[in-house]
């Protein structure tokens, strides 16, 4: 060390004698251990294969949303309601399984797929009488249609 002599010197001097601080080295943004990077693969591919569920799951149920869409424009119409559930029936399920049924058979088939049962009775009645009837205006029917379409059990081999 060298000596430096401080006498008669300001602060403001003394200051500007002294050496600056050495900069610390770079710290490094990649990981330091393998664990890190084991980490980030397995999060990364289970983000991956979450994305991929969601969109399949999307594009699964785009056939649901459009009969919403459809139901919606088709308003208090119980004919149309009833047309646009065989429709999405056929989507949902085997076409040899869903085209052929009628009557009870249809009520019974949609009781089958929807764990509420509330095909029976009046409403029931309703959507099976209406493809054959002038027009049909009721609110119930539509809705229940409306509510088959989202909560239905859809066949896995469809």
Not at 8 to 27: C, N, Q, R, T, Y
Not at 109 to 132: I, R, S
Request: charged share 20%; net charge neutral; glycine share 4%.
């Amino acid at each position: 060390m060298m000596a430096v002599d401080v006498s008669g010197k300001s602060l403001v001097e003394l200051l500007d004698m002294l050496e600056p601080a050495p900069a610390p080295e770079p710290i490094a943004m990649t990981p330091q251990t393998w664990g890190w990077a084991i980490l980030a693969v397995v999060l990364a591919t289970a983000l991956t294969y979450c994305f991929y569920l969601v969109r399949r799951h999307w594009s699964e149920n785009a056939y649901r949303r459009s009969a919403l869409a459809e139901l919606d424009r088709a308003g208090t119409d119980v004919a149309r309601a009833a047309e646009i559930l065989r429709r999405t029936a056929l989507v949902a399920f085997p076409r040899a399984t869903v085209a052929s049924l009628h009557g009870q058979e249809w009520l019974n088939f949609l009781n089958q797929t929807y764990e509420k049962k509330e095909f029976k009775g009046a409403p029931g009645e309703v959507l099976l009488a209406a493809p054959y009837q002038e027009t049909v205006q009721n609110t119930d029917v539509p809705d229940l249609v409306r509510s088959w379409i989202k909560l239905h059990k859809r066949d896995q081999g469809a």
